[in-house]
């Protein structure tokens, strides 16, 4: 039993035939994985420095997660939330011993978490509606996310919007203590923000938006989906910045590649929930709960963030030099391994003349490239890619 084979073009044709075009697809067909590495339908390797964005933190076919999956499809793939689930029990607690929050909410993707946490919300701030958020920030597609997301491109054909958010500059501290008053329910930021092209919020600001919400009593959301579990050198972004928010939102890697969500909360937060507030059928699917719970054993027995730091800080330094000595980088912003190379010119092209040489890459915004590699990359696949780019950006006319 298998599926049928496919070759890349009668692939290509029924996408466009039978799947709504939502997607603007590169002409790449990865078949297998193993590290850091992609397989392609012709058998060329690549090395993918972008992790199905942010997702897949250990790479592919990791040994202890291929086995989790076996053993625990070979069991029940699903239960519902109305019985109790031990996989889930179990990552819950990991979640919450490591990050010091009280309680989680399991969900099934980073905008459904970012959904909840308004709702949870709303609820710690009754009659209040506002949400502060910030312009460049990326929270997701459904109508809650993406009515505090600060970008105009993916609002306006949805306008109207769940009414109440607020959009100011990161890093505008003056703005942020106008817009944050006794309407505001949540102040909802990325510590980093990837789709905006990986900007950093400083330490700073995070504690005065911390401060802010803590002024008028609103919920500090933070969104950690695509930052969070180890990427920036620690399991929690929050944990380096000297605060402690209402409410964290995780998603991306925490399903070992499954789909699976979390929102972890303050004991404060979890005393207003009650049983009907919040649901879902799928959310905290036992098989994505037991690879979650493998996946973070792993982050935690091998040291996975400190890894991640210290190779991050080299290749920091590597792409400062190559800001130097290559034509056309405007500036490169990062930590650990979430990068972003700001060019001069539209980074569409740049990332398919990487691919043909082999690197997967993201982009953000038009001209920024963006780096979400596995942290299990190899230093050689990271210096042999700032060659790469160097090659590319002498190559390409802008
Ligand atoms: C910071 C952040 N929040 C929320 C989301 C939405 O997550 P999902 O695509 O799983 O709904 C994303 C996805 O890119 C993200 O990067």
């Given at each position: 039993m298998s599926l049928p084979e496919l070759t890349p073009q009668e692939v290509e044709s029924k996408d466009s035939a039978f799947?709504?075009?939502?997607y603007a697809r590169t002409s790449f067909h990865p078949r297998r994985g193993k590290g850091a590495q992609l397989v392609d339908a012709d058998g060329k390797v690549y090395w993918d420095l972008l992790a199905g964005i942010a997702v897949n933190a250990l790479g592919y076919s990791h040994p202890r997660l291929v086995r989790a999956m076996k053993e625990e499809a070979s069991g029940l793939t699903h239960v519902s939330n109305l019985y109790y689930q031990r996989a889930q029990v179990l990552l819950a607690e990991k979640l919450i011993a490591a990050s010091g929050m009280a309680k989680v909410f399991f969900c099934n993707s980073g905008t459904e978490a970012i959904e909840a946490s308004l709702k949870f919300a709303r609820l710690a701030t009754p009659g209040r509606h506002g949400v502060v958020a910030f312009t460049g920030s990326f929270h997701g597609r459904t109508f809650g996310a993406l009515s505090m997301t600060g970008n105009e491109g993916y609002r306006t054909p949805f306008?109207?919007?769940?009414?109440?958010a607020c959009f100011i500059a990161p890093g505008d501290v003056a703005a942020l203590e106008a817009a944050?008053?006794?309407?505001?329910s949540a102040i909802v930021m990325e510590p980093i923000q990837g789709e905006g092209g990986i900007v950093p919020f400083s330490d700073a600001f995070l504690q005065a938006a911390r401060a802010a919400a803590d002024r008028v009593g609103a919920a500090l959301v933070l969104?950690?989906?695509?930052?969070?579990l180890g990427r920036?050198?620690?399991?929690?972004?929050f944990q380096q910045k000297g605060i402690v928010p209402d409410m964290v939102t995780l998603a991306k890697p925490l399903g070992g590649g499954l789909p699976l969500g979390a929102v972890l909360v303050t004991e404060r937060i979890a005393s207003f929930l009650k049983p009907g507030h919040h649901g879902t059928t799928?959310?905290?699917?036992p098989v994505a709960c037991r690879l979650g719970y493998e996946l973070f054993s792993e982050l935690q027995e091998k040291d996975y963030p400190a890894k991640v730091a210290a190779l991050g800080a080299w290749f920091g330094r590597r792409l400062g030099k190559l800001k130097k000595s290559?034509?056309?980088?405007?500036d490169v912003r990062g930590t650990g391994l979430i990068w972003g190379i700001e060019l001069d010119r539209e980074a569409g092209p740049v990332a398919r003349a990487l691919l043909q040489k082999g690197f997967v890459v993201g982009t953000a915004r038009k001209n920024v490239l963006r780096l979400l590699p596995p942290?299990?990359?190899p230093k050689k696949a990271l210096a042999a890619f700032v060659d790469a780019l160097e090659v590319t950006l002498k190559e390409e006319v802008k």
């Open positions: 799947i709504l075009g939502t306008e109207p919007l769940v009414p109440g944050v008053d006794e309407t505001t969104d950690e989906i695509q930052s969070g920036t050198g620690s399991l929690f972004v799928f959310g905290g699917n290559a034509p056309g980088i405007v942290y299990v990359v």
